[in-house]
């Protein structure tokens, strides 16, 4: 699963969620089925199941060796998807996402950000297949188990190159959606979890379930204006990429707003249907002695990389192994535009 703008951070705790969970789903009967189902069959099925259905769900996110526990509500009413991710311990915070309208409530900061977001971009998403996913990744079912009661497939997808990093999903047989999930490295090592605990498939959920359970009495609001600015305009086009990693492609492009920013922030999402990146282009001020010097990090199962290019900054963000988002940002280049106003 991903998260909102890396503003939620994307989420499991595997020993908690093996001894108490259990699913109540409204579902078609669930008596053996005739159709059998390939492992890519079963990624498909599970992203219509994420995308369709109307689910509210507990889960526990565990990363870096840290674990809290999340509420995802999710309903299609009219054509527009809403959603609630809810921390249930820890910053209490909670994001709430109706269409492509995205509040982020952050009381440990006694802040609420409102923001735009792609509509088709959920706060908890696992990954989904295209035409070129099996040229990337090898996809596989290694086991048919039991899972919280449960009968499940376990599909694992493992990246052909040091680009991206492999999944192991446990999907329920009846409804198709994953009650638990693995994001796990080159060395087999497992860097994020996520299990749920409870899941319910509804017919109806209520417009109440979408409203913030905490009070933003005295709370600053920020608005992140994701629609381009006249004296932005130029240089949100004036950005490209001279190479990508084998099976990437720029999914979004933008000129943005941030709060504490000088001036507009471009915004590139590069994806390969599971794997995505987010690069982050900012004017930087004049260096006052030394040049910078580019800066690398790595949280959990999140690379980052930033350095500086024709004189902004380049911050690239990602699920990725650290030399994804390196190789991204070091290929990012200025045109002709960029120079113009400089």
Request: glycine share 8%; proline share 6%.
């Amino acid at each position: 699963m991903s998260r909102p703008s890396r503003s939620s951070g994307r989420l499991a705790s595997l020993a908690l969620a093996w001894a108490v969970a259990s699913v109540a789903a409204a579902e078609e009967p669930a008596q053996k089925r005739s159709i059998e189902y390939t492992p890519t069959g079963w990624l498909e099925r599970m992203d219509q199941a994420l995308t369709t259905r109307n689910y509210d769900g507990t889960f526990a996110h565990w990363q870096g060796g840290r674990v809290e526990m999340l509420r995802i509500i999710h309903r299609v009413q009219d054509g527009t998807v809403s959603e609630r991710l809810a921390s249930l311990d820890g910053s209490g915070r909670e994001f709430i996402r109706t269409g492509a309208n995205l509040t982020c409530y952050l009381p440990d900061r006694r802040t609420v950000l409102v923001e735009q977001r792609p509509a088709e971009e959920s706060l908890v998403s696992f990954p989904t297949v295209n035409d070129q996913t099996a040229t990337f990744y090898d996809i596989r079912e290694v086991g048919h188990m039991r899972l919280n009661r449960r009968d499940t497939h376990v599909i694992a997808v493992s990246p052909k190159d040091e680009y991206r990093y492999g999944y192991q999903l446990w999907i329920d047989e009846s409804t198709a959606m994953p009650l638990k999930s693995q994001l796990i490295d080159a060395h087999g090592q497992v860097i994020e979890q996520i299990v749920f605990a409870s899941l319910t498939l509804s017919s109806r959920i209520a417009d109440t379930a979408f409203r913030p359970e905490i009070s933003t009495e005295g709370f600053q609001w920020l608005r992140n204006d994701a629609t381009p600015h006249p004296q932005a305009g130029g240089a949100a086009l004036a950005w490209s990429v001279t190479s990508l990693p084998p099976g990437f492609r720029m999914t979004v492009r933008s000129a943005q707003i941030l709060p504490g920013s000088v001036g507009a922030v471009d915004h590139l999402v590069f994806t390969d249907g599971f794997a995505s990146v987010s690069v982050f282009v900012e004017r930087q001020p004049a260096p006052s002695g030394k040049p910078p010097v580019p800066e690398s990090a790595t949280v959990g199962s999140s690379s980052a990389f930033s350095t500086v290019v024709d004189g902004h900054k380049i911050t690239a963000v990602g699920e990725v192994p650290p030399a994804t988002v390196r190789y991204i940002a070091g290929q990012l280049k200025a045109q002709g535009a960029a120079g113009a106003g400089r």
